[in-house]
């Protein structure tokens, strides 16, 4: 079992920065794979970042590539997501899930929420334009 818990979000402007942080519980986080997902009001969850376990591997959604990075740091047993360049259409409630199948390659794979076993509570961002 682990506990995820979300935090970092707020509301900013165009063209700003945020730095989303998901805390683990349990000493096993290293095991995990990590993705952040979003959800906007009225669309479905969308995949945002994954990250490989040891952190070598990462994912991106064609729509915040080059604009984002997803980073672990696991002896604090967090993940990141740095998020900058923000526009209006990155507003929504990010999650943060762990997966804790074997390891695999592929954003085909990492994508699809349903292989996470773990979800966050969620934490909202709002970008005004």
């Known amino acids: 079992q682990v506990q995820l818990v979300e935090s970092g979000g707020g509301l900013v402007q165009a063209g700003g920065s945020l730095r989303l942080s998901c805390a683990a519980s349990g000493r096993t986080f290293s095991t995990y794979s990590m993705g952040w997902f979003r959800q906007a009001p009225g669309k479905e969850r969308q995949f945002v970042a994954a990250?490989?376990?040891?952190?070598?591997?990462?994912y991106y959604a064609d729509s915040v590539k080059g604009r984002s990075t997803i980073s672990r740091d696991n002896a604090k047993n967090t993940v990141y997501l740095q998020m900058n360049s923000l526009k209006p259409e990155d507003t929504a409630v990010y999650y943060c899930?762990?997966?804790?199948?074997?390891?695999?390659?592929?954003?085909?794979?990492?994508?699809?929420?349903?292989?996470?076993?773990?979800w966050g509570q969620g934490t909202q961002v709002t970008v005004s334009s």
């Open positions: 990250i490989s376990r040891s952190g070598i591997t990462t």
């Open positions: 899930a762990a997966d804790s199948g074997a390891a695999r390659l592929g954003i085909n794979y990492y994508s699809t929420d349903a292989i996470y076993d773990y």
